[in-house]
């Protein structure tokens, strides 16, 4: 039997802090893992695709900062692609015994698992890259989420895994949108659509001498 060496320990604390940050907390995604769809080989549940994020807290904001530092694990489940048939329910209490093996082929295809609109994973991106992310970016977790930084509101698990979780639908940009002009050139006076009228065509000397009359001094 090959022998199986000893490594040494990694630094650090592994842990999974519990929190509560009902505040919102300025966070910071300090690794990943991709985790591709699979049955349990136990009992036979669908585990779904999902990417799982180590995130630190850089600052708790509260005046004590007794949480700035720590760190915890949470989880970003993917959405099967809607195209193939699944149901949601069927998906979220699936057993390998209830699909037949073209399914089980489908549902093991990490290809075919998505982000979900209204998802945890788009909210973050949404927070991150805006409304239209999904049109500006091809998303990887390595290129577009590692040591990329947000606020988002922070509970405690409940149940046997210790640990805390960001709240869905409470991811916000440190930085804010920046505000899109409305309505193009309506509400611009006629001297503001002159002006850029003269700045986009190349006029002729005799042109800019009449223009110079047409607006006020």
């Known amino acids: 039997m090959k022998k199986i060496r ?31 769809p699979r049955f349990n080989d136990e009992d036979g549940d669908l585990w779904v695709a ?36 699944f149901e949601p329910e069927d998906i979220n209490s699936g057993n390998i015994r209830d699909f037949d093996e073209e399914e089980q082929a489908l549902l093991l295809d990490e290809d075919n698992w998505t982000i979900g609109g209204n998802s945890k994973v788009d909210n973050l991106n949404i927070a991150l ?11 990887h977790p390595e290129a577009h989420w590692l040591d990329k930084e ?16 960001c709240s ?15 309505g193009g050139s309506k509400g611009k006076s006629k001297v503001q659509k002159a002006q850029e009228e003269a700045q ?16 006020p001094s």
């Open 6 to 36: 000893k490594s040494p320990a990694r630094d650090g604390n592994f842990d999974s802090a519990v929190l509560s940050l009902p505040q919102g907390a300025h966070l910071r995604i300090k690794s990943y893992k991709l985790f591709p």
């Open 50 to 85: 999902r990417i799982k994020v180590r995130l630190e807290v850089v600052d708790d904001r509260t005046e004590e900062g007794a949480a700035d530092g720590l760190e915890f694990d949470d989880t970003f489940d993917l959405k099967i692609d809607p195209d193939l048939g």
């Open 129 to 139: 890259y805006g409304q239209d992310w999904d049109t500006r970016i091809d998303f």
């Open 150 to 165: 947000f606020i988002a509101k922070v509970k405690p698990r409940t149940g046997k895994r210790a640990g805390s979780y």
């Open 168 to 182: 869905w639908d409470s991811f916000v940009s440190l930085e804010p949108p920046k505000k899109k002009r409305k």
């Open 200 to 215: 986009q065509v190349e006029l002729s000397p005799e042109d800019e001498q009449l223009m110079d009359e047409a607006l």
